[in-house]
């Protein structure tokens, strides 16, 4: 394996941390920002301290926001939540023109092998909005893998003694596959398909 100096590889072991971003990627964005002006380093440094410092979760459906309450949660349907597992979620489903309600951001599923239970994901906000907004339906939205079937199945036995419509989206999105990446026909279908549980 090549030796590179220092600096240039603790640049490229920052840029190996990202997500998909394996050795070889890693060094042609190192040798990218070396190669750079000073001026355009400095920028995209500025840039990424700027969205660290000011995005942040939105105080209603934990989505990314640069405000209190993100535009979502501001103009969408607050009777109509779609429980999703991480704010990139939101992304996809976002793409179908027809939906016009709100989300739920969990920040995770609930996975025994990994220790993640009902207290380290965000159920209990969503049980608050439940209430405050007097939601009358919950489309669960999480990905069709384990994870995401039983934090659909326990969140759906939570809420159904609330009276609450309780419908998962069709399974037009193929098992073990996440959301972000389905197209938005798909998605779309898969909305349109929802079926209570």
């Not at 840039?47 to 410092?53: D, F, G, Q, Y």
């Not at 942040?56 to 405000?67: E, P, Q, V």
Request: net charge negative.
């Amino acid at each position: 394996m090549k030796n590179f100096i220092l600096p240039i590889e603790k640049l490229i072991s920052a840029f190996s941390h990202l997500p998909g971003v394996g050795r070889k990627t890693a060094i042609r964005y190192a040798y990218h920002i070396i190669n750079s002006t000073d001026s355009d380093v400095k920028n995209f440094a500025n840039t990424l301290l700027e969205a660290k410092e000011t995005v942040h979760y939105c105080s209603i459906c934990g989505n990314f926001t640069d405000k209190d309450i993100c535009d979502i949660c501001r103009r969408g349907d607050k009777t109509l939540v779609c429980v999703v597992a991480e704010p990139k979620d939101i992304l996809a489903l976002e793409k179908v023109d027809d939906y016009d309600g709100t989300f739920h951001v969990l920040h995770g599923l609930l996975n025994p092998l990994e220790n993640v239970t009902p207290n380290d994901i965000h159920i209990k906000e969503l049980l608050e909005r439940i209430s405050r907004d007097r939601v009358r339906e919950v489309i669960m939205a999480t990905s069709p893998t384990v994870e995401g079937e039983a934090t659909a199945i326990y969140i759906s036995n939570l809420l159904k003694p609330l009276g609450v419509k309780v419908t998962r989206i069709a399974q037009g999105v193929s098992l073990g596959t996440d959301i972000e990446y389905v197209d938005e026909v798909t998605l779309s279908r898969a909305l349109e398909d929802r079926r209570e549980i």
